[in-house]
């Protein structure tokens, strides 16, 4: 599909990930780009930088009232399938949570059938092969759910149903589909409901207010962080690919401990604390181990996608965003 001259529409479009596909698109010459969003969870304020540019529209609607998504999808070329719960607050609101990410999803993918959507890009996680194993995870792996936690288990099944509705609506409907699994997002417009990258922007948080950060048992839990950026073009290089009904995974393929973050952070502010080590306790988690090894090849192979932004880059990114926030 050619970005250019196209129409497309974001759900969850006033989200961190949301706002940055728009960022990409608009870059690439797309005529028109939709911002569907409740507000619920996003805000308009999140996408404020790019109010006032014409080819942007910001539109309140809810994925749970498939009319609201009739009237978005018509003419549109594409859409991104972003809004949904995270781990944390479907956790903390089950009923709405699952209503949102599975029968919210069905109708977005009914209301492409209906408004004759060329392809979806479906937001999924690496939560869906529950907790890692041992050894290279790949597409092929299966899902290990049964360590998680209650709600991320929860949250591991909707995406898995989000991916098997990309499947069955390109074989049945004609609809193409592409479900990318996320490692740990992060960047500029960081909210505060990502369990992972929540420790980033709370143990800035401690740095700033001479408080010590705070670092769970050793240290030594490892996440792939993936820059918001990256997650943005492999969203927009998805879309402009031939690839259908398949599963990717955008990650980093390197891990990095919680301690090595919090020396990051550190370097950065130029603070001279010392870290305080806490029992992890009872917090809501997706994956909590000491290793983390996933693979990249199936989607710099099909997609010709790889990572740009490096873990220092993108952390001094997101305090140079937070900064401006404070002015």
């Excluded at 991916?163 to 960047?187: F, I, N, P, Q």
């Amino acid at each position: 599909m050619n970005i250019t001259g196209g129409r497309f529409v974001i759900t969850g479009g006033a989200s961190l990930i949301g706002t940055h596909v728009a960022d990409a698109l608009l870059a690439q010459g797309a005529r028109e780009v939709v911002l569907l969003d409740n507000f619920a969870l996003g805000t308009p304020e999140t996408a404020r930088h790019l109010i006032g540019d014409d080819r942007v529209k910001l539109v309140r609607g809810d994925i749970l009232r498939i009319n609201e998504l009739y009237d978005a999808f018509t003419g549109a070329d594409g859409v991104f399938a972003i809004a949904g719960f995270l781990t944390l607050p479907l956790t903390q609101n089950p009923p709405l949570g699952l209503a949102v990410n599975v029968e919210g999803q069905v109708n977005v993918f009914e209301a492409c059938r209906y408004a004759r959507v060329k392809k979806v890009v479906f937001s999924s996680s690496i939560a869906a092969y529950g907790e890692p194993s041992p050894g290279l995870i790949d597409e092929d792996s299966p899902s290990n759910l049964a360590p998680f936690q209650p709600g991320a288990m929860l949250y591991s099944c909707s995406k898995l149903i989000g991916e098997a509705l990309c499947k069955l609506y390109a074989a049945k409907h004609g609809v193409d589909a592409v479900a990318l699994r996320y490692s740990t997002v992060y960047g500029e417009r960081q909210h505060y409901r990502g369990v992972n990258a929540l420790y980033i922007v709370e143990n800035y948080d401690k740095i700033m207010r001479g408080e010590r950060p705070t670092l769970p048992g050793d240290g030594s839990e490892v996440h792939d962080y993936i820059h918001v950026a990256d997650v943005a073009r492999a969203n927009v290089m998805a879309m402009a690919s031939d690839v259908s009904g398949e599963t990717f995974n955008v990650v980093t393929g390197e891990q990095t401990t919680v301690k090595r973050i919090v020396e990051i952070l550190l370097e950065i502010t130029g603070r001279d604390l010392q870290p305080e080590y806490v029992a992890a306790g009872g917090a809501v988690k997706s994956t909590s181990g000491s290793e983390l090894n996933l693979s990249r090849a199936k989607i710099e192979r099909m997609l010709g996608w790889r990572p740009e932004v490096p873990i220092e880059q993108g952390l001094r990114r997101l305090i140079d965003w937070r900064l401006t926030q404070s002015v």
